[in-house]
């Protein structure tokens, strides 16, 4: 084999190494997104139960019976999520740049 043949194999080798690097980083940074943007979803639902829990359903044309109360805690759930998938109240930066600080951490420990 030629240096040439044997430099361009090693920059095809290094190519391929820094594209599924980036791909990985990537693929992390998503899932640090989901996580952040589900934390949120549970912080905002937590929030939201105690002022439901203050509500009087019972005089309401549909309000009341054990059918609401069942579902209630769902229907709150679901609440949040779309708070939080609708742009929140910034919880879910915070937490996704808080993840990403400490899988940087942990990598740069990984290293070492």
Do not use: C, H, W
């Amino acid at each position: 084999m030629s240096v040439g043949s044997i430099t361009s194999s090693l920059a095809a080798a290094i190519q391929q190494s820094a594209t599924a690097q980036s791909d990985r980083d990537s693929a992390l940074a998503e899932q640090a997104r989901k996580a952040a943007k589900d934390f949120e979803g549970v912080a905002i639902t937590e929030f939201l139960q105690p002022m439901f829990d203050t509500v009087d359903t019972a005089n309401g044309p549909f309000g009341g019976g054990a059918a609401e109360t069942q579902f209630r805690s769902l229907q709150i759930q679901e609440m949040g999520k779309q708070i939080a998938n609708n742009g929140g109240i910034g919880l879910a930066d915070s937490v996704y740049r808080q993840i990403l600080a400490m899988q940087e951490q942990a990598q740069e420990q990984a290293r070492s």
